[in-house]
């Protein structure tokens, strides 16, 4: 890939302004020439903040929903901007928190130049992936939800709930016509569930998941039980 230009990279943020500011600087570092999409849904106040940091720059789209309505449903948004724009050819997806680093980029374009994949998921449990800075509880928490989501919808990969990846237009054009039901975080388990049943390639490549640098996490127990209800069901429905 030699020009960015038909990258998209959708940031879905929920009150994360100070992280923000910082992960644009970072982008624009380790993929100039990329097209920003940011769908936002803090409220009108924390919102205007974040229009202020991305005022003049040209290739950064903020989508204000202004209600909190999910992480998975706010990169489907994303998806559906980036595939308007024809040049489009790839999309990542990633945190605003700056749990995930620009830095490896890298990694996930040399995967898809060795074979053209329609998912690559960056993969905290893979060799040579890392957790680093959060707390016990967060870690072990994640690590059982994907032990379980390996044994039950068993499609050969090593983490179902990372944010940090990459699709092809191809890939991310399935998701955005066969509609995706979970809202929360749960989508990403979703959705590289529909890939792979449908024959779409995925790999992975190893990353470090990070602390989060400002704000708080979303994550709740009320959320973390509904999608494990919401998974059980998948499958059952797709035998
Ligand atoms: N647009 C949007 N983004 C969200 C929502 N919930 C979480 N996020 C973002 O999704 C990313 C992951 O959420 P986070 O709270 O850090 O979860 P954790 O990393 O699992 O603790 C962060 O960048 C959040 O700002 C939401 O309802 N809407
Ligand atoms: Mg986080």
New binding site residues.
Partial sequence: MKNNKNISIV??????VE?LSILIKKIDRYLPNSRLII????SISENKKSKEIIKNKKNITLIS?LK????G???LEGFKIALKNKNTQYIFE????L?HDPKEFKRFINEINVYPYDLVIGSRYKSGGKIVNISPN?TIM?RLINYFLYFWLNIKISDY?S?FRLYSRNGAGFIIKNKIES???IALSEIAYMLYKNGYSISEVPIT?NF?RY?????NLKELFSSLIFVIRLRIKSR
């Fill in positions: 940031i879905p943020s929920y009150n994360e992280n769908v936002d849904d803090s929903r909190k309505m999910g992480r449903s706010a990169v990633m945190d605003s928190d749990a967060r994640s709930t944010g809202k929360g975080f998941w989060r704000g708080k996490s979303n994550v």
